[in-house]
Each structure stands twice: as C-alpha cells, then as structure tokens.
C-alpha cells in the first residue's frame, strides 16, 4: 500500500541522519481513512468535563492482547446468569475508575449469581435492581439482584432465624399470578396505617407462625412507593415446605 522512503541529511554537527517517510498513491488515503473506522470506538461512561480523563474515542489494535476499550457485558436480573442483554463500550481508563460503576444503568456484580447487572430498570429509571443478599443480616450486605433474589425466596422462603431475630421486613414486587401458580397463597397485610414496633412485631410473629405450621413465606411489597396511590403496606404470602 505504502512506499518506504528514506533520505540522507547532515546535521549542523556535520554527521548524517537518516529519515524514513511514507509515500502513499492516489486513493490510498481514503483506504487509510476507511480502515481506521473500522478500528474506531467510543467509550459510553466518559466524562467530558472530567480533566484527568483519556480520550473519549481509541482505536482497537487487533494486533494486541489487551485493548486500550472494550465491551463490557452484564445481565438483566429476570434472566438466568449469563445471558448478557446489554452491553457498554468502556475505556481502560474509565473501567479502572469505577464509572461504569457509578452510572444507574451501569452494572454491579451480584455474589449470588457470579454475574455483572444492570443496577436499574431501564424501561422507567426507579426500579433498583440491587438488594441485600436473601441470607445476610441486616448488620452487613453482600450485593445480589433481585432476580437472584426472587428466585431463592420462591424457592425457600424468608429464614427463620431473620424472623427470630426481628430483622427489617424483606419483600419485593412480585408477580401475584406466578406466585399463584407455584403454589402460594395470599395471607395477611401489615403497616397499612404505621410501621410501629408493634405492628412489625405482630408482622414477625406472624410468619413464625406460619413456619412453625410447616410453611415458608415470602412478603410482596404490592403497590408500595410506585406511585400507583395504593396502600403503604406489604402482604405475606406462604405455601407448604
């Protein structure tokens, strides 16, 4: 494509240098130009106004093992592990700074799952996909998706031992039909007035109540903060162990 020239030139020391340039035909930058797009990419986290950032847009080197920008991959939640419904393009420099991160659409890594995220719902911006993980107290927090989530409450249900302990109330938006459908029953509302000590002390006893008979329970969150105007409250919903 090119033709490597090279000349000779003397130094005002009087020694000779050589110099090499690129003589390239008719038509051949335009090749040039077309093969750099190809190569051409553009990082989705970059901060313009941030001024220790690189640049915005970088050029894969196919020829290199590691690339200055690449594709970061992450899951939906209601998903099994794996599936990879979106994608990002990230740069180095705003990987190794956690902006993906810090974006509500970027992804956080889920320990139940072993899988990268979407932290929100992209469809309407409130729904936050990040939860406590079904098994932690409340006195420390392992990330985990609410798909991951769900699945292990459907399956076990709230652990006696969070019951037992008096541990905030745990509970999501589910569907009330699949929950039908796999065997679950709707019981008793809770907080529709307050959220007293004693109410979530009857809310506890309650499930107790319900797991002592031989059932497991999970706490739906309904209508609650989705501005649809409902009640403020959470409705326990149980089926044989």
Same mark, same amino acid.
């Given at each position: 494509?090119?033709?490597?020239?090279?000349?000779?030139?003397?130094?005002?020391?009087?020694?000779?240098?050589?110099?090499?340039?690129?003589?390239? @035909?008719?038509?051949?930058?335009?090749?040039?130009?077309?093969?750099?797009?190809?190569?051409?990419?553009? +990082?989705?986290?970059?901060?313009?106004?941030?001024?220790? @950032?690189?640049? %915005?847009?970088?050029?894969?080197?196919?020829?290199?093992?590691?690339?200055?920008?690449?594709?970061?991959?992450?899951?939906?939640?209601?998903?099994?592990?794996? =599936?990879? %419904?979106? *994608?990002?393009?990230? +740069?180095?420099? +705003?990987?190794?700074?956690?902006? @993906?991160?810090? =974006?509500?659409?970027?992804?956080?890594? &889920?320990?139940?799952?072993?899988?990268?995220?979407? !932290?929100?719902?992209? *469809? /309407?911006?409130?729904?936050?996909?990040?939860?406590?993980?079904?098994? @932690?107290?409340?006195?420390?927090?392992?990330? &985990?998706?609410?798909? +991951?989530?769900?699945?292990?409450?459907?399956?076990?249900?709230?652990?006696?031992?969070?019951?037992?302990?008096?541990?905030?109330?745990? &509970?999501?938006?589910?569907?009330? *039909?699949?929950?039908?459908?796999?065997?679950?029953?709707?019981? !008793?509302?809770?907080?529709? =007035?307050? %959220?007293?000590?004693?109410?979530?002390?009857?809310?506890?006893?309650? &499930?107790?109540?319900?797991?002592?008979?031989? /059932?497991?329970?999970?706490?739906?969150?309904?209508?609650?903060?989705?501005?649809?105007?409902?009640?403020?409250?959470?409705?326990?919903?149980?089926?044989?162990?």
């Amino acid at each position: 494509m090119a033709t490597k020239v090279q000349n000779t030139q003397l130094a005002f020391d009087g020694s000779a240098v050589t110099r090499s340039r690129f003589r390239f @035909a008719p038509g051949e930058y335009d090749e040039l130009r077309e093969l750099a797009a190809e190569h051409r990419v553009e +990082c989705d986290f970059h901060y313009n106004d941030d001024p220790h @950032a690189g640049a %915005r847009v970088l050029y894969l080197r196919p020829e290199r093992e590691r690339q200055p920008i690449f594709k970061l991959v992450y899951d939906d939640p209601w998903d099994e592990p794996g =599936n990879g %419904r979106y *994608s990002d393009t990230i +740069c180095e420099w +705003c990987n190794d700074n956690g902006y @993906a991160e810090e =974006n509500d659409f970027g992804p956080f890594y &889920c320990e139940r799952g072993q899988h990268a995220v979407i !932290q929100r719902n992209p *469809s /309407n911006g409130w729904r936050g996909y990040e939860v406590n993980d079904p098994e @932690a107290d409340d006195d420390e927090y392992t990330p &985990c998706c609410v798909g +991951c989530a769900q699945r292990f409450y459907k399956q076990h249900g709230h652990p006696r031992e969070q019951m037992d302990e008096g541990q905030r109330v745990r &509970c999501d938006f589910y569907d009330h *039909s699949e929950l039908r459908e796999l065997g679950w029953t709707e019981g !008793q509302a809770f907080f529709r =007035n307050s %959220r007293s000590a004693d109410e979530l002390e009857e809310y506890h006893d309650y &499930c107790l109540a319900l797991i002592g008979d031989g /059932n497991i329970v999970l706490t739906d969150q309904g209508t609650t903060g989705i501005g649809m105007g409902g009640p403020d409250d959470v409705t326990v919903w149980f089926k044989p162990s």
